[in-house]
């Protein structure tokens, strides 16, 4: 199985000592489908943030296709990760419906 996403020991934290994300270590190999779940401010959403070059970890590695694309407090723009991530639908255009 070749690992197409591994985050390794990813943590992140925000002011006043909330950690939102504590040693998270996933790999995702071709072809699989990770469904990430748990309750509201568990980290779901900080994690995708991660993954996309929206936020940078506070600690750990993150790699796409075997080559790091996030560490402490670096990481490649997102631009250059050829990633995508779908917003919460309330966080979109909240005057819109469908």
């Keep these: 199985m070749t690992a197409i996403l591994e985050i390794d020991g990813v943590e992140k934290g925000f002011g006043h000592g909330t950690r939102a994300l504590a ?5 995702l190999g071709d072809g699989e489908v990770l469904c990430i779940v ?16 929206l936020d ?8 796409l296709g075997g080559a790091a694309i996030a560490g402490p ?7 250059r990760r050829g990633l995508n991530m779908v917003f919460q639908d309330y966080a ?3 005057h819109m419906t469908v």
């Design 23 to 27: 040693g998270v270590s996933v790999t």
């Design 38 to 53: 748990g309750p509201s401010g568990c980290g779901k959403s900080t994690l995708l943030r991660l993954v996309a070059g």
């Design 56 to 63: 940078t970890p506070d600690a750990g590695e993150i790699r």
């Design 73 to 79: 407090r670096w990481g490649l723009a997102p631009e």
């Design 92 to 94: 979109l255009w909240p």
